[in-house]
Protein backbone atom coordinates (compact mmCIF):
# COMPACT_ATOMS: atom_id res chain seq x y z
CA UNK A 1 0.00 0.00 0.00
CA UNK A 2 0.58 3.13 -0.46
CA UNK A 3 0.95 5.79 2.01
CA UNK A 4 -1.13 9.12 1.99
CA UNK A 5 0.96 12.46 2.48
CA UNK A 6 -1.47 14.17 4.83
CA UNK A 7 0.21 17.51 3.60
CA UNK A 8 -1.81 19.09 1.00
CA UNK A 9 0.56 20.23 -2.58
CA UNK A 10 -0.38 23.58 -2.32
CA UNK A 11 1.20 24.14 1.19
CA UNK A 12 5.09 24.00 2.22
CA UNK A 13 6.26 20.88 4.10
CA UNK A 14 7.24 22.96 6.62
CA UNK A 15 6.06 22.37 10.88
CA UNK A 16 4.24 25.50 10.02
CA UNK A 17 0.46 25.69 11.16
CA UNK A 18 -1.00 27.64 7.78
CA UNK A 19 -3.85 26.88 6.13
CA UNK A 20 -5.19 28.35 2.34
CA UNK A 21 -8.61 30.17 5.03
CA UNK A 22 -5.40 32.15 7.23
CA UNK A 23 -3.26 32.92 3.99
CA UNK A 24 -6.66 34.17 1.73
CA UNK A 25 -7.77 36.53 5.01
CA UNK A 26 -3.82 38.14 5.21
CA UNK A 27 -3.71 38.84 1.37
CA UNK A 28 -2.57 42.04 0.45
CA UNK A 29 -6.00 42.84 -1.68
CA UNK A 30 -8.13 42.11 0.93
CA UNK A 31 -5.83 43.84 3.69
CA UNK A 32 -5.32 47.29 1.49
CA UNK A 33 -9.05 47.19 1.13
CA UNK A 34 -9.73 46.83 4.92
CA UNK A 35 -7.08 49.64 5.43
CA UNK A 36 -8.60 51.86 2.65
CA UNK A 37 -12.50 51.22 4.38
CA UNK A 38 -10.64 52.12 7.78
CA UNK A 39 -9.49 55.15 6.72
CA UNK A 40 -11.94 56.40 5.10
CA UNK A 41 -14.56 55.76 8.38
CA UNK A 42 -12.29 57.68 10.24
CA UNK A 43 -11.85 60.76 7.96
CA UNK A 44 -15.77 60.85 8.00
CA UNK A 45 -15.79 60.80 11.59
CA UNK A 46 -13.47 63.68 11.61
CA UNK A 47 -15.29 65.68 9.22
CA UNK A 48 -18.80 64.94 10.30
CA UNK A 49 -18.60 65.52 13.85
CA UNK A 50 -18.01 69.07 13.76
CA UNK A 51 -20.08 69.37 10.91
CA UNK A 52 -23.08 67.56 12.80
CA UNK A 53 -22.78 69.69 15.78
CA UNK A 54 -22.55 73.30 13.84
CA UNK A 55 -25.58 72.19 12.10
CA UNK A 56 -27.39 70.79 15.55
CA UNK A 57 -25.80 73.73 17.71
CA UNK A 58 -28.44 75.86 17.33
CA UNK A 59 -31.52 73.77 18.61
CA UNK A 60 -29.70 73.60 21.99
CA UNK A 61 -28.59 76.74 22.17
CA UNK A 62 -31.15 79.05 24.68
CA UNK A 63 -31.84 81.99 23.20
CA UNK A 64 -30.91 84.95 26.36
CA UNK A 65 -32.56 88.19 26.28
CA UNK A 66 -33.78 91.18 28.68
CA UNK A 67 -35.93 94.04 28.38
CA UNK A 68 -34.49 97.20 27.81
CA UNK A 69 -36.48 100.23 28.10
CA UNK A 70 -36.10 102.77 25.12
CA UNK A 71 -38.27 105.89 26.51
CA UNK A 72 -41.60 106.56 27.40
CA UNK A 73 -44.62 105.44 25.51
CA UNK A 74 -45.75 108.71 25.90
CA UNK A 75 -43.06 109.97 24.04
CA UNK A 76 -43.88 108.56 20.78
CA UNK A 77 -46.20 109.54 18.25
CA UNK A 78 -48.45 107.80 16.12
CA UNK A 79 -47.25 106.58 12.82
CA UNK A 80 -43.80 107.98 13.75
CA UNK A 81 -40.25 105.85 12.95
CA UNK A 82 -37.54 107.11 14.81
CA UNK A 83 -34.59 105.39 16.07
CA UNK A 84 -33.54 104.75 19.32
CA UNK A 85 -30.34 103.94 21.37
CA UNK A 86 -29.60 101.15 23.98
CA UNK A 87 -26.91 99.85 25.39
CA UNK A 88 -27.32 95.63 25.05
CA UNK A 89 -25.18 93.96 27.21
CA UNK A 90 -22.76 91.02 25.44
CA UNK A 91 -22.22 88.09 25.63
CA UNK A 92 -19.51 88.69 23.30
CA UNK A 93 -15.75 88.97 24.74
CA UNK A 94 -14.57 91.88 21.59
CA UNK A 95 -17.84 93.90 22.64
CA UNK A 96 -16.27 95.20 26.18
CA UNK A 97 -18.71 95.39 29.16
CA UNK A 98 -22.06 96.54 26.86
CA UNK A 99 -22.55 97.33 22.72
CA UNK A 100 -24.31 99.93 21.72
CA UNK A 101 -27.49 99.24 19.59
CA UNK A 102 -29.61 101.18 17.95
CA UNK A 103 -33.05 100.45 15.78
CA UNK A 104 -35.83 101.78 14.20
CA UNK A 105 -39.01 101.70 16.43
CA UNK A 106 -42.88 102.93 15.61
CA UNK A 107 -45.54 103.36 17.56
CA UNK A 108 -48.34 101.75 15.00
CA UNK A 109 -51.16 102.60 17.65
CA UNK A 110 -51.43 103.38 20.83
CA UNK A 111 -50.49 99.96 22.37
CA UNK A 112 -48.33 98.79 19.41
CA UNK A 113 -45.00 99.27 18.26
CA UNK A 114 -43.01 98.04 15.92
CA UNK A 115 -38.78 97.99 15.91
CA UNK A 116 -36.68 96.49 13.43
CA UNK A 117 -32.63 96.40 13.24
CA UNK A 118 -30.71 99.46 12.01
CA UNK A 119 -28.82 97.34 10.05
CA UNK A 120 -28.94 95.80 6.33
CA UNK A 121 -29.12 92.12 5.73
CA UNK A 122 -26.89 92.68 2.66
CA UNK A 123 -23.98 93.18 4.27
CA UNK A 124 -24.85 95.04 7.63
CA UNK A 125 -24.66 98.61 6.60
CA UNK A 126 -26.79 100.88 8.84
CA UNK A 127 -30.07 101.47 7.15
CA UNK A 128 -31.89 104.98 6.99
CA UNK A 129 -35.68 106.00 7.52
CA UNK A 130 -37.26 108.15 4.81
CA UNK A 131 -40.24 109.52 6.09
CA UNK A 132 -41.23 111.00 2.70
CA UNK A 133 -41.01 107.60 0.72
CA UNK A 134 -42.10 105.67 3.93
CA UNK A 135 -39.15 103.50 3.22
CA UNK A 136 -36.35 102.49 4.67
CA UNK A 137 -32.78 102.94 2.33
CA UNK A 138 -29.33 101.47 2.32
CA UNK A 139 -26.66 103.79 1.37
CA UNK A 140 -24.19 101.31 0.48
CA UNK A 141 -25.57 99.09 -1.96
CA UNK A 142 -28.77 100.06 -2.50
CA UNK A 143 -30.91 97.96 -0.65
CA UNK A 144 -34.57 99.13 -0.03
CA UNK A 145 -36.98 97.95 2.28
CA UNK A 146 -41.07 98.46 2.75
CA UNK A 147 -42.26 100.63 5.94
CA UNK A 148 -42.93 96.38 7.58
CA UNK A 149 -39.49 95.34 6.95
CA UNK A 150 -39.79 93.51 3.80
CA UNK A 151 -37.10 93.95 1.03
CA UNK A 152 -38.41 96.51 -1.86
CA UNK A 153 -35.54 96.11 -4.23
CA UNK A 154 -31.89 96.05 -3.86
CA UNK A 155 -29.34 92.91 -2.76
CA UNK A 156 -30.84 92.21 0.81
CA UNK A 157 -31.95 88.94 0.77
CA UNK A 158 -33.90 88.94 3.91
CA UNK A 159 -35.82 91.32 5.82
CA UNK A 160 -34.97 93.60 8.84
CA UNK A 161 -35.03 91.80 11.62
CA UNK A 162 -37.81 92.32 14.20
CA UNK A 163 -36.89 93.34 17.74
CA UNK A 164 -39.53 92.11 20.05
CA UNK A 165 -41.30 95.25 21.83
CA UNK A 166 -44.09 95.59 24.88
CA UNK A 167 -45.05 98.47 26.47
CA UNK A 168 -44.14 97.83 30.62
CA UNK A 169 -45.24 100.09 33.02
CA UNK A 170 -45.81 102.87 29.90
CA UNK A 171 -42.11 102.55 28.69
CA UNK A 172 -41.49 100.60 25.60
CA UNK A 173 -38.94 97.86 25.72
CA UNK A 174 -37.14 96.31 23.60
CA UNK A 175 -35.85 92.59 24.11
CA UNK A 176 -32.53 92.80 23.50
CA UNK A 177 -30.88 89.38 22.22
CA UNK A 178 -27.13 88.48 20.40
CA UNK A 179 -27.05 90.84 17.40
CA UNK A 180 -27.82 88.85 14.51
CA UNK A 181 -24.88 88.36 12.03
CA UNK A 182 -27.27 89.41 8.72
CA UNK A 183 -24.13 89.42 6.14
CA UNK A 184 -23.96 87.06 3.57
CA UNK A 185 -20.89 85.83 1.74
Same mark, same amino acid.
Request: with cysteine; proline share 10%.
Given at each position: ?????? !?????????????????? +??????? +? =????? %????????? !???????????????????????????????????? =?????????????? !? =??????? +???????????? %?????????????????? +?????? $????????????????? $???????????????? !?? %??????????
Amino acid at each position: MKEENP !IPENQPPSGAATTREAVA +LISRRRF +L =TRLSL %SLAGVCAVV !IGAPATGFVLAPLFRKVSGSWLTVGAARDFAIGETV =TVVFEDPSPLPWAG !I =TARASAW +LRRDSEDAFTAF %SAFCTHLGCPVRWMPGAN +LFLCPC $HGGVYYRDGSVAAGPPP $HPLVRYEVRVFNGNVQ !IK %SAPIPITTTL
